[in-house]
């Protein structure tokens, strides 16, 4: 996906200013998770710090700075780009996993369950995207680097959707 920002790409100013974007809406968002779940410092600062890593470096930073056409990170913006995506995409892989540990203390077992799920979901695509750039993979079915970071992607974001769709019902008419 960072090659729709490199400098040859058409939409490259537009993809940047999705990124920066989104990211902002996810800072705002780390903010309410710590509030939420303030009474568990611990879970909060992590859960929290997730997500904010997230929009940090994969969003801002990689917004910021383009990553090259030829996905090689010959350029100092490249290589800022990659390192800071590849941080916050770590950071975001576990909050599948936080989310479901706050659900089970909440005593929330199915929904715990199902993040579970997820996060295992997004460790496996996570996985198959690491591999994929690797050159003893090239031109098996393990080559599909576009479709393994989207997924990956699916399955980190998975858990906003389902929480804000549950704040979304709770809230009276």
């Known amino acids: 996906m960072s090659i729709l920002g490199s400098p040859s790409s058409p939409v490259s100013s537009l993809y940047s ?31 929290s710090g997730s997500i904010f890593l997230f929009a940090l470096g994969a969003g801002i930073l990689a917004g ?32 599948p996993l936080l989310r479901s540990a706050a659900m089970f203390e909440d005593r929330h077992f199915m929904l715990g369950a199902s993040y579970l ?4 979901f997004a460790l496996l695509f996570f ?3 690491i591999m994929s750039d690797k050159e003893q993979y090239k031109g098996t079915c393990i080559d599909r680097e576009g479709t393994w970071e989207r ?3 699916f399955f980190m974001y998975l858990p906003l959707v ?3 769709l549950i704040i979304l019902i709770s809230v009276p008419a």
């Open 162 to 164: 389902v929480d804000s």
């Open 151 to 153: 997924l990956t992607l």
């Open 64 to 95: 910021l700075f383009k990553a090259d056409a030829d996905d090689k990170m010959g350029t100092l913006s490249s290589r800022i780009h990659g390192y800071s995506s590849a941080i916050g995409f770590m950071a975001l892989l576990f909050f």
């Open 127 to 129: 996985i198959l995207f």
């Open 17 to 47: 200013v999705w990124l920066i974007v989104l990211s902002l809406i996810l800072s705002l968002s780390s903010f309410q998770y710590f509030s939420a779940l303030s009474e568990r410092t611990v879970l909060a600062v992590l859960t």
């Open 117 to 120: 799920t997820v996060f295992l």
